[in-house]
């Protein structure tokens, strides 16, 4: 399982760079402009040189309207500004077919610029909250709109986890579903760290945090830390060894 870390900002960036070792990608949003919100093409430059080269760098376009002109120029520009994966929220997609016209049309804007970049398809386990694209339509979204990962993370951030809307055993058919398709299957959404028995069990792909690393665990007001980073890392590590080992999940 990798782990994907979310600083806010270039001061945080240079916090993760010292726990370089201990995560795999350092994901780039502006939190105060919602889940997956989209931070400046400058920051993502900015970070991109902070960060160690080896550590690819990812990038949100917003919570995106059903907009995909708009949302294909967004998503080029972070993969111009240095993003290896692009991350797009299908926020104001209704509909499955919405959100194959979005994502189809992202796939071509930043696989023309660069080919090795990966894209990735963002729902959201609490999509009842918000009226978008059921969260299990995600990968199949995914897989015809020629994406290569599946995410799911919670679009209303009030304290309400992934596993609070989505129950262990749905998020398993969601990354199970990802991989029918040959899909990476990311989750997020204020994830801790007595969710990663769970996250192992299910063969999640990609974890995705930020609260859990952050002072207090608080994704706002709370500064990432690497100690807390380093923490993090060595429970998915014990977890991943468990499992290796057949142990049951949370032993």
Partial sequence: ?????????????????????????VDVKKPDEGSLGANFPWVIREIRQAVPADKPVSATVGDVPYKPGTVAQAALGAAISGATYIKVGLYGCTTPDQGVDVMRAVVRAVKEHNPDALVVASGYADAHRIGCVNPLAVPDVAARSGADAAMLD????????????????VCAEFVRLAHTSALLAA???????????????????IVGVRG???EGGDRNAGRIRPHLVAAFRAEMDRHDREHAAGLPAGR
């Fill in 1 to 25: 399982m990798l782990l994907l870390i979310s600083p806010d900002g270039v001061e945080e960036a240079l916090d993760c760079a010292k726990a370089a070792h201990h995560l795999d990608i």
């Fill in 154 to 169: 919670t679009a209303v951030k009030d304290g309400t986890r992934l596993f609070d809307h989505l129950p262990p055993d």
């Fill in 187 to 205: 989750l997020a959404g204020s994830v801790r760290q007595d969710d990663l028995g769970e996250l192992t069990r299910i063969g999640t792909d």
């Fill in 212 to 214: 859990a690393v952050c």
